[in-house]
């Protein structure tokens, strides 16, 4: 039997292993190499050798011919898309987005929460907005300079908040909160006034509007945002989207169980 539990036991972290180099490819731009991810992950050529040779076989990567390098394949695509088309947050949601999309003509965000940052899982791209938000699908950004993170943040606990400022606040803008107090400040405002504002926090000359998505049991799962051109995003533009995101927020409650 106790043979029998270290095998699984050598199973786990082997599938451990070739998950934390599936990973990588996420953070990369270009073609990575059998050296570049042994070095970067501490692991044996051997093994990444190996494991990429399985990914290579069922197309979850591919090899550049000249280079012998490795990107991404159409499989890894194909499962980024499975699980776009059959998130229920994202389904059900989408319809307000729409509906708030049509109202502003600017980008409608939405995000959940995962380890410290947001994921971006659902958008709504108006023809005048600044920038196309359906390419931020699958991007992950921090979550205590971006209006929809820290919509989600102000409402996730103390613990979460703990574990945020522990990591360090990094510095993207000369708007960005890098100070615990203040931040801790920020996030009181958005738990009272029930909405968020990114006032270039992230990225200079963009400013967004956000609010928490809650289920039918009051639990924060999302965060929606309407996000444009700081010129355009007047402090009275604000004010009116906050409160149609609040609005819409409560009316999508009830349907996320």
Do not use: W
């Amino acid at each position: 039997m106790a043979q029998k539990h270290e095998g699984d036991q050598s199973k786990v972290k082997s599938l451990y292993k070739a998950l934390l180099i599936l990973e990588e490819f996420m953070a990369a731009d270009t073609y990575l190499g059998v050296n570049q991810i042994a070095e970067a992950l501490a692991l044996p050529k051997s093994t990444v050798s190996n494991v990429l040779s399985v990914f290579e076989s069922r197309g979850f990567v591919e090899r550049d011919s000249h280079s012998g390098k490795f990107k991404l394949g159409i499989k890894a695509l194909e499962l980024s898309n499975h699980t776009y088309q059959t998130n229920d947050v994202r389904r059900i949601l989408q319809p307000f987005m729409q509906e708030l999309g049509r109202y502003s003509m600017e980008n409608v965000l939405l995000a959940v929460y995962s380890g410290g940052e947001v994921v971006y899982i659902g958008a709504v791209h108006e023809e005048r907005a600044s920038f196309n938000g359906r390419y931020l699908i699958g991007v992950r950004a921090p979550v205590y300079c971006t209006g929809i993170g820290k919509a989600m943040l102000a409402f996730l606990g103390e613990e979460e908040l703990r574990r945020i400022v522990a990591k360090g606040l990094k510095q993207f803008t000369e708007n960005t909160i890098t100070d615990e107090s203040r931040l801790r400040q920020e996030l009181e405002q958005i738990r009272c006034q029930g909405y968020a504002v990114d006032n270039m926090e992230h990225e200079f000359g963009l400013k967004c509007v956000a609010v928490p998505i809650r289920d039918s049991g009051g639990e924060v799962i999302a965060g929606m945002s309407i996000s444009g051109p700081s010129l355009r995003m007047s402090e009275e533009k604000i004010k009116d989207y906050s409160v149609r995101l609040q609005e819409v927020a409560r009316r999508a409650s009830s349907m996320l169980i």
